[in-house]
T-cell receptor, first 111, second 114 residues
Framework: DAKTTQPTSMDCAEGRAANLPCNHS???????VYWYRQIHSQGPQYIIH???NNETNEMASLIITEDRKSSTLILPHATLRDTAVYYC????????????FGGGTRLMVKP | GAGVSQSPSNKVTEKGKDVELRCDPI?????LYWYRQSLGQGLEFLIY????????KSGLPSDRFSAERTGGSVSTLTIQRTQQEDSAVYLC????????????FGPGTRLLVL
């Protein structure tokens, strides 16, 4: 699976949009971009995933650049409960089935 | 149920004792995974079950670790003769068919071996 690079930490004001970037310059054509988050002392939570089109669900939006070498997870109105470590992962269709998390971005939402 | 459930949520045991951790996957999900996560670390894959196929045990760290999945649903992870380095959060995840399918995680079991 392609390697991803994320900032170590970010701050966001409550009520504002949180934009979390991820670089995956070595992504290949059949790899999906997945985002998970892990709130302190909880299991990882799936957020969203996409292949090349932008995606939106009730939690977030995923913007993937046209060359697919980077993406941005957008939490449109961050709340204090969104404080967590956010993991960007790329996975091949025919890869092994396990997930591997890198360092992720520690998002701190402040009042 | 609505999500993956795990029990117990916390387990404290003495070195050398055996422990059993339980996972109830999302109803209808055929794939089930066990991971562990040490404090401040990433996920470590342990074992994967897909339907009636032989499980992928390639991540089990030693022969003290074993897992079974009865009836294609509930899974039990057993750690025999626990050691202090086994202390971690043990996470279970399930997905609809495996491979590229999205994995949904349970809350984890926090194991502390004294």
């Amino acid at each position: 699976d392609a390697k991803t690079t994320q900032p170590t930490s970010m701050d966001c004001a409550e009520g504002r949009a949180a934009n979390l970037p991820c670089n995956h310059s070595t992504i290949s054509g059949n790899e999906y971009v997945y985002w998970y988050r892990q709130i302190h002392s909880q299991g990882p939570q799936y957020i969203i995933h996409g292949l090349k089109n932008n995606e939106t669900n009730e939690m977030a939006s995923l913007i993937i650049t046209e060359d697919r070498k980077s993406s941005t997870l957008i939490l449109p109105h961050a709340t204090l409960r969104d404080t967590a470590v956010y993991y960007c992962i790329v996975r091949r269709n025919n890869a092994g089935n396990m997930l591997t998390f890198g360092g992720g971005t520690r998002l701190m939402v402040k009042p | 149920g609505a999500g993956v459930s795990q029990s117990p949520s916390n387990k404290v045991t003495e070195k050398g004792k055996d422990v059993e951790l339980r996972c109830d996957p999302i109803s209808g999900h055929t794939a089930l995974y066990w991971y562990r996560q040490s404090l401040g670390q990433g996920l470590e894959f342990l074992i994967y079950f897909q339907g009636n196929s032989a499980p992928d045990k390639s991540g089990l760290p030693s022969d003290r670790f074993s897992a079974e999945r009865t009836g294609g649903s509930v899974s039990t992870l057993t750690i025999q003769r626990t050691q202090q380095e086994d202390s971690a959060v043990y996470l279970c995840a399930s997905s609809l068919r495996g491979l590229q399918e999205t994995q949904y995680f349970g809350p984890g079991t926090r194991l502390l071996v004294l």
